[in-house]
């Protein structure tokens, strides 16, 4: 089982939930809001082997956190692999902050370009044509994975042709509209994620090895038996990995 986006610390109880992660021997990039939090996070789940941190500053907190720019700065080394969550968010609520995200969203860019270039969990809603541009002037950036996409047709093309990668949930693939667009995707540019504790399904908080309601979603979608989902997010993981040599 893969988790590709989590946010582990967000839980009640992170430490129950990570115990948990351990025993079934699920991978999980847990993903984080404030460049504030990585050393905490990094510390909650240390030897365990499977998760990984990747360093975030959520584009719904980047008007309250853009001061911590110095700070992802300063800690992006450490984040050999990973950085999210990161991205644009074009809803109503964060539309009078469309400014300050496109500046933390623009630094985080070049930073990790500077860098050499990483996997990046990235965060698009209702701002997807904005996310794509920026993206595309920082070709050198690393393999964007558009967690929980929910753009249109067109949107989905033109990154799929940019040579993004999609992380893919339950709750999205629950609804028609998220199914229709996971069919258009290729299935070598898919991996599942729960981005728990937000996402919910039947009402309640996912949780990491809920990805298997997404492997059995895309068995269906696919038509191909689990084992075979199974198969293919595995190699897909492996082919991402090796796209970012660490
Ligand atoms: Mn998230």
């Known amino acids: 089982m893969i988790d590709l986006h989590c946010h582990l610390d967000l839980y009640p109880n992170p430490h129950e939930v990570i115990r948990q992660c351990r025993d079934l021997g699920i991978y999980v990039l847990s993903v984080t809001t ?65 400014d300050i995200q496109i500046t933390v969203f623009r630094h985080i860019l070049q930073s990790v370009t500077k860098a050499g270039g990483r996997i990046l969990s990235i965060h698009s809603r209702a701002a997807v044509d904005a996310v794509l541009d920026h993206l595309a002037e920082y070709p050198q950036v690393g393999i964007p994975v558009l967690h929980w996409f929910s753009g249109n047709k067109t949107q989905l093309t033109k990154a799929i042709d940019m040579g ?18 996971v069919q258009q995707v290729p299935l070598d540019r898919i991996l599942t994620e729960t981005d728990g504790p937000f996402a919910k399904h039947n009402k309640n908080s996912l949780m990491p090895w809920d990805v298997k309601i997404a492997e059995s979603q895309l068995s269906q979608l696919w038509q191909i038996p689990e084992e075979e989902v199974v198969n293919r997010l595995h190699s897909n993981f492996k082919n991402l990995l090796n796209l970012i040599e660490k």
Not at 164 to 181: H, I, Q, T, Y
Request: net charge positive.
């Open 164 to 181: 993004c990668w999609f992380s893919v949930n339950p709750a999205m693939l629950r609804s028609k509209k998220g199914a229709l667009l």
């Open 34 to 98: 404030t460049p504030q939090a990585w050393h905490g996070n990094t510390r909650i789940v240390e030897g365990c082997n499977r998760i990984r941190t990747a360093l975030g500053l959520h584009p719904q907190l980047a008007h309250e956190r853009y001061s911590e720019l110095d700070l992802f700065d300063e800690l992006l080394p450490l984040a050999i692999r990973y950085v999210g969550e990161i991205g644009l968010e074009g809803s109503r609520d964060w539309k009078p902050f469309a």
